[in-house]
């Protein structure tokens, strides 16, 4: 790391206490990754605010013996295909199955996606993973 810099905070002792025992328990080596995580963490939620070009993924779990629900899925899919990149459709059970559905676009616009997707009647949960194109992190 060409453009490294080292600078000291001040943390209460119980902070850093409770700081140390999480970042034990997801393994990191080190304080300084933890909180890179961390501050990586808010520069992504700061990129989907704006409404900035973003990545991310939709997952579904739903009915598929649901009367309609796949087309109505696929309709709502259809009318996004400017911001959705992939999706991968899984088969759970007999009656559940998981879709996992890669965006990409403006966040705004990936934020009403998964929202028209899980407001349809038939699907079980539905979630959106947010992330960064990378290219300003």
């Known amino acids: 790391m060409a453009n490294l810099f080292r600078f000291g905070i001040s943390l209460p002792k119980n902070l850093l206490d409770k700081f140390d025992r999480l970042i034990s328990e997801k ?72 879709e996992i559905i890669a965006v990409k676009g403006p966040s705004k616009e990936a934020q009403k996606l998964a929202d028209s997707l899980k407001s349809v009647k038939g699907v079980k949960h539905a979630t959106l993973s947010l992330s960064t194109t990378g290219k300003d992190i």
Do not use: P
Not at 30 to 52: C, P
């Open 27 to 98: 393994n990191y080596t080190n304080r300084s990754e933890a909180f890179r995580d961390l501050i990586r963490e808010d520069l992504v939620k700061a990129e989907w605010k704006k409404n900035r070009e973003v990545v991310g993924a939709i997952t579904l779990i739903y009915d598929h013996h649901k009367r309609e629900l796949i087309n109505k899925l696929m309709d709502i899919q259809h009318d996004f295909g400017g911001v959705i990149i992939s999706s991968q459709h899984i088969h759970l059970d007999h009656n559940n199955c998981l």
